[in-house]
T-cell receptor, first 113, second 110 residues
């Protein structure tokens, strides 16, 4: 069974640009959660989607947005990039959300110059 | 507010030297406690889910246990390949996101 996949794996952008990251969950999983991970802050929850609806949202500015498609694939978008947005962005899928076990993808390493 | 505290922040062991990592939590109605292993630059790898106090799970050299206030990840006779950051997370009784601890960075020296 294929795991969670994320594309691209690495990304370099400059301040002010926008970026879109993609996540394909494990087959049969309907919940997708996004996290930002930095050395100082650890794993910070961004948002969760279930059946194309945003079910939870973390404390991030409106520049961070996401969506989920009917096949459960999800995308997140960051507009007007800032230097502080440099991080590892992780996607995790589960069958139906908390408290089901979440399985993580390999992450997208975003560097903002 | 739900909280997860992991200790120690970092742990250095000699190969074969057994030890335990701690995950203390306060949560409104625990529905699950999760352990993950994360290698540098990679996504967390699922290890265990524990649902109720007294539950134990084992996998190779790792054993996770759960009480009403904390969970332990026991590592028996560790090898250098066990070096990683170990993350703990909890799910509460509501439909809210997992709360993660900051992790314990384990180094096993040959």
């Amino acid at each position: 069974k294929a795991g969670v996949t994320q594309t691209p794996r690495y990304l370099i952008k400059t301040r002010g640009q926008q970026v879109t990251l993609s996540c394909s969950p494990i087959s049969g999983h309907r919940s997708v959660s996004w996290y930002q991970q930095t050395p100082g802050q650890g794993l910070q929850f961004l948002f969760e989607y279930f059946s194309e609806t945003q079910r939870n949202k973390g404390n991030f500015p409106g520049r961070f947005s996401g969506r989920q498609f009917s096949n459960s694939r999800s995308e997140m978008n960051v507009s007007t990039l800032e230097l502080g947005d440099s991080a590892l962005y992780l996607c995790a899928s589960s069958r139906s959300g908390t408290p089901d076990t979440q399985y993580f993808g390999p992450g997208t390493r975003l560097t903002v110059l | 507010e739900d909280q997860v505290t992991q200790s120690p922040e970092a742990l250095r062991l000699q190969e074969g030297e057994s030890s335990s990592l701690n995950c203390s939590y306060t949560v409104s109605g625990l529905r699950g406690l999760f352990w993950y292993r994360q290698d540098p630059g990679k996504g967390p790898e699922f290890l265990f889910t524990l649902y109720s106090a007294g539950e134990e799970k084992e996998k190779e050299r790792l054993k996770a246990t759960l009480t009403k206030k904390e969970s332990f990840l026991h590592i028996t006779a560790p090898k250098p390949e066990d070096s990683a950051t170990y993350l703990c997370a909890v799910a509460n009784s509501g439909n809210t996101p997992l709360v993660f601890g900051k992790g314990t960075r384990l180094s096993v020296i040959a």
